[in-house]
């Protein structure tokens, strides 16, 4: 796919150029190519530095020592900035905040499942229900909960919903690329199960007649009200946030035990019936258990311990190889380099074009403990479960033209529409520091397969650039229909909210996606 690049850029690259040049003619300093920095010198080497690709490139961007460089890179942010801003004449949405934070697709999602059950539950207290059917509503909810994160539903959702034409009217395009919201659904089912049991457990209390079975049911009542407590707990985005590990390794072992003690529960409720086989036969809770256990096994028997490839690219990045198995356009791995402790999901892309002898790839950079160690120490093998999964970057093939803006380390995940043949016309805005040196040179030929002329602002260079005006710009210039955003939380939600609440189709992950 062929770009022109667009005058916007051209007013850019130009305002660069003249700022870099009076800068270097004003200073005595000598120039630094970051290429040299970053990598032995090679016979293109030169032919890269001349070629000039996007408005900040590597390539293009000469590093002066002093305060006269300070003033010059201060100015040409500015210049960037105020250039790009003039494309800002878009209309704010009416209720743009409302909308778009306090009841985002998220948010609504999350309400619908839970409001639909509260409004049920109070219904069934005041007419009076047995310990039974709380127990099968809250059966039925952990079911939807559980199943919103087994793989092959996921997969199931997102192939159903990136089906949908290009031709497709662009309203019902927006709302099918927000599946990956789909997090708002197993949260409310999983509060509202809790609920539930609450329920539940406060009528077999209500109930209660001391006896040896009695006195055992109503210790497992409350075992799993703990547990189901504990992972509501550690799920809260602020907890979560700052204890991933407790969060994560809390929200297995106790959903493990929560299945052991309910089989337990629903087999001594059993026995207390005339007939154990009657009442497990028409008890849904019965049924539900048997999906949910099934579903919670089966990615833990395809667990493999498999070979790695570590091509180290900083030391703030490294590239991972992988090849076990083959992976589509739009899909994730998880791996860990214990199958018991802390599992992490990364964006996979192929290597088709610059690694012939592995199938797939992860780009990681320095984020947390467990990818400081990565890096540190690259691995030689990995244990991966499950199947490769669908994520969000999958439905935006459902548009003819698209932007994608990213930060850092999130050009892994972008890379990944290499790999589609139906892919959209694509133009990438991707700021980072000092891109060639941390990610290196193949790198950023791979992203010169999707954008011929990527805008690239090293940060190191030009320092941080307010991104909403220059994806403005350029979304008005490309005649973009979509915009992705893959970035850090912060980033991620501030860039989205401001190009939805000016009726731009923004999509990024959240926390939950």
């Not at 031709?167 to 709302?175: C, G, N, V």
């Not at 548009?399 to 990944?416: A, D, M, Q, Y």
Request: proline content about 5%; some cysteine.
């Amino acid at each position: 796919m062929e770009h022109t690049r667009t005058a916007l850029e051209k007013e850019v690259l130009e305002t660069l150029h003249k700022h870099i040049r009076t800068d270097s003619s004003a200073s005595d300093t000598s120039s630094v190519d970051e290429k040299t920095e970053s990598c032995p010198p090679s016979p293109s080497s030169d032919t890269d530095e001349s070629r000039g690709t996007s408005a900040s490139s590597t390539s293009s961007i000469t590093k002066a020592k002093g305060h006269k460089h300070s003033q010059s890179v201060s100015t040409i942010t500015s210049d960037l900035e105020a250039q790009y801003s003039e494309a800002d004449d878009f209309s704010q949405k009416h209720f743009g905040f409302l909308r778009f934070t306090a009841l985002n697709v998220y948010r609504r999602l999350f309400s619908l499942a839970f409001i639909g059950n509260a409004i049920a539950f109070i219904i069934l207290m005041i007419k009076g229900t047995n310990p039974i059917d709380l127990v099968n509503a809250s059966a039925v909810n952990l079911a939807v909960c559980g199943l919103c994160r087994y793989p092959f539903v996921v997969n199931a959702l997102f192939l159903t919903f990136g089906s949908v034409p290009r031709s497709a009217p662009m309203r019902l395009r927006r709302l099918a690329c927000k599946i990956f919201h789909l997090g708002g659904v197993h949260s409310g089912a999983g509060v509202a199960s809790c609920v539930w049991y609450i329920g539940f457990a406060g009528l077999y209390t209500y109930h209660f007649r001391p006896a040896p079975i009695s006195i055992a049911v109503l210790t497992l009542i409350y075992s799993v009200l703990a547990l189901l407590l504990a992972i509501m707990i550690v799920a809260h985005p602020t907890i979560r946030a700052k204890n991933h590990n407790l969060f994560e390794l809390t929200h297995r072992f106790a959903n493990w035990l929560i299945l052991a003690l309910f089989w337990a529960l629903i087999f001594l409720l059993g026995s207390q019936e005339p007939s154990l086989s009657k009442f497990l036969i028409h008890l849904p809770a019965f049924w539900l258990l048997i999906i949910l256990t099934l579903a919670t096994i089966h990615p833990w028997l395809l667990l493999r311990r498999v070979p790695v490839i570590a091509e180290p690219l900083s030391p703030h990045a490294v590239r991972l190889h992988f090849s076990h198995a083959r992976t589509r356009f739009g899909q994730g791995i998880s791996v860990a380099r214990h199958p018991l402790k802390d599992w992490h999901s990364f964006a996979s892309f192929t290597d088709q074009f610059d690694h012939s002898d592995t199938k797939f790839s992860c780009l990681v950079s320095k984020a947390g403990d467990w990818t400081r160690q990565t890096i540190a120490d690259p691995p030689k093998y990995l244990w991966k479960r499950g199947v490769p999964t669908y994520g969000f970057g999958y439905v935006l093939r459902m548009f003819e033209r698209i932007i994608v803006v990213t930060t850092g380390s999130g050009i892994g995940p972008c890379l990944s529409f290499l790999e589609d043949e139906r892919r959209p016309m694509i133009r990438v805005v991707w700021q980072t520091k000092s891109p060639l040196k941390t990610y290196g040179k193949r790198t950023l030929e791979l992203v010169r397969r999707m954008d011929e002329e990527p805008v690239v602002m090293d940060t190191s260079v030009m320092g941080r650039v307010d991104m909403l005006p220059v994806v403005l710009g350029l979304y008005k210039e490309f005649g973009a229909e979509a915009v992705c955003v893959i970035s850090n939380p912060a980033m991620t939600k501030n860039l989205v909210y401001g190009l939805e609440t000016r009726g731009i189709a923004a999509y990024g992950p959240i926390f939950d996606s």
